[in-house]
């Protein structure tokens, strides 16, 4: 009789009872799953050991491991999982892929399995299985991933609900921990938590990437969710990361009141005692963005300079920006932007220039004698030092030598104070100078003005007021006096009571405008009307006043 030995393990016996009730052989190569979550996957039950068979006491190397069940498991996932939840990074409409409380039982399998748990990692990459509150799923190889609003294991965060309100709002996506389980190592360890401002912060820029996050100006949601990230130590290496990361986002007032994102445009707050006439123009050119000085933005901080965001004196902003783009704005916001530093800024500015450490007031000082500012009557931006003071009678007598200052700055009497006031410090030529007055008196001596009687009256009277006033004096040119004194610019004293008895001695010049006949002569040689009854046959004779 042959004799029947038992065998030494089940491998190549048609012993194998699987979940689909079939009874196979077991084979070594094409090892099954011994789970007792087999009813969850219902095209696979072949790849599962029949439920009721978990009870025996069986050798685990018989079936699949953590170390061999890999393939297997990809298998498994790959047959019963929807496609499009394969490799892919978010899918919106979960309850369309499963039916009833699948999911749920699935991650009891994967949370609970041990074959299953040591590869959650691996299953939570490829295939999109987070569940959110808002019924999308996420794998972890989203940039953007769900926020964790508490663990199991953590009690409640009330400090935190006003925050997780307003990232809801926004569109934040929150892991639905009755269906996830959060507490995997996993989850934790990749998903942010609302405690961590860091990572939640990192999430925003994620979702603002797919979404807009824009707040409405004076929406007290942003002060909730900017006092949430204030708790980001932006000093520390960490917090280097979270600068880049919120200047990305829309919650900066600008000087205009609108939010906006800094990203890596430089950035300033804008003083407040800086006008905003025109700022929108050279902006635009400079690609730069000025923060309001108290917006919400400030409760990030202790120091602007954290952000990336730098502060400057208000005449450091008109020296680095506003001077050089002065071309640009319009007229009308020229002039408001000069009356703003009439009014407010030169005087104070200009007492503390050329002081030690205040080499930005002395620059603001010499940037504005410099700037083109004005539009004179040809229409060309002109520098204060082009205009005249509108006060000065060779000035106003004139007007076609110099360049007189438009209406606008000429309006009533506190205007052309206010005006020369400021203009007389940056270089409004105050007095003709003595090459002004030559010129002048070269001309009315070749007859190119009109009203020669009464400018040639007023050109003397200048002359000789100057040689009398000590500032002037001290000023003259050497050669001033010699070169006027032999340009035949004064009119000839009228001498007709006196003609009769003998000639008078001639002037220098005898000129005709409109058929009105002048005679001229030089202040060389020539003898006051005082001295006339001696001298007017041997002299020319002048009128002094």
Not at 110 to 121: E, G, Q, S, Y
Not at 143 to 172: C, D, F, H, N, W
Not at 401 to 407: D, E, G, K, T, V
Request: aromatic share 10%; hydrophobic share 40%; charged share 25%.
């Amino acid at each position: 009789e042959k004799q029947m030995e038992f065998p030494s393990s089940p491998f190549g016996c048609p012993l194998l009872l699987t979940a689909d009730s079939m009874l196979r052989v077991f084979d070594e190569k094409s090892k099954v799953f011994a789970s007792e979550y087999s009813e969850n996957f219902q095209s696979s039950l072949e790849k599962f050991l029949r439920h009721d068979m978990l009870e025996l006491n069986y050798v685990k190397s018989y079936f699949l491991t953590t170390e061999d069940s890999k393939e297997a498991l990809c298998s498994v996932l790959n047959d019963e999982m929807p496609e499009e939840l394969c490799g892919c990074e978010v899918v919106v409409q979960a309850n369309q892929y499963f039916v009833g409380d699948w999911l749920k039982k699935l991650w009891d399998c994967l949370r609970n399995d041990p074959i299953f748990c040591h590869h959650l990692p691996f299953i939570l990459e490829n295939w999109a299985l987070l569940l959110t509150e808002e019924n999308e799923l996420y794998s972890l190889k989203s940039s953007l991933l769900p926020l964790i609003s508490v663990l199991r294991s953590e009690s409640t965060y009330p400090q935190y609900s006003a925050v997780i309100e307003v990232l809801k709002r926004l569109g934040m996506p929150f892991l639905n921990q009755a269906v996830v389980e959060a507490d995997q190592e996993c989850v934790k360890g990749k998903c942010p938590h609302i405690t961590s401002c860091h990572e939640t912060l990192l999430n925003l820029v994620h979702l603002h990437t797919k979404i807009d996050i824009s707040f409405k100006q004076g929406d007290p949601s942003l002060d909730t969710l900017i006092g949430y990230l204030s708790e980001i130590h932006f000093r520390s290496c960490e917090g280097h990361q979270s600068v880049t990361r919120i200047r990305q986002l829309p919650f900066f007032e600008d000087v205009n009141g609108q939010l906006t994102a800094l990203g890596d445009k430089k950035t300033f707050v804008w003083p407040y005692n800086v006008d905003d006439s025109g700022h929108d123009r050279w902006m635009k050119t400079e690609n730069v963005i000025f923060l309001k000085m108290h917006g919400s933005w400030k409760e990030l901080v202790s120091s602007s300079s954290d952000l990336r965001v730098e502060e400057l004196s208000s005449e450091d902003v008109y020296v680095r920006f506003i001077f050089p783009h002065f071309k640009l704005i319009s007229k009308e916001e020229k002039y408001k932007q000069l009356q703003h530093i009439r009014d407010i800024l030169f005087f104070p500015i200009k007492a503390r220039s050329g002081m030690r450490g205040e080499s930005s007031a002395t620059n603001f000082v010499n940037a504005l004698k410099n700037l083109p500012c004005i539009e004179g009557d040809d229409a060309i931006l002109r520098p204060v030092s082009d205009f005249c003071n509108p006060d000065d009678l060779i000035f106003k007598e004139f007007p076609h030598y110099f360049c007189r200052l438009p209406s606008d700055f000429l309006k009533d009497e506190w205007n052309i104070y206010m005006w020369k006031k400021l203009f007389s410090e940056i270089g409004l030529k105050m007095f003709p100078t003595e090459e002004d007055l030559l010129m002048l008196c070269r001309d009315v001596a070749d007859g190119k003005v009109n009203s020669l009687k009464a400018i040639s009256s007023l050109l003397l009277d200048t002359i000789l007021k100057r040689l009398t006033d000590e500032y002037f004096v001290s000023k003259f040119p050497n050669q001033f006096l010699s070169k006027v004194s032999e340009i035949p610019f004064v009119l000839a004293a009228n001498l007709s009571h006196l003609t009769w008895v003998l000639p008078a001695a001639s002037p220098s010049k005898h000129i005709s405008i409109d058929g009105e006949q002048f005679a001229l002569t030089k202040l060389h040689g020539a003898a006051t009307t005082s001295h006339s009854s001696l001298l007017w046959t041997v002299r020319p004779i002048i009128t002094l006043k």
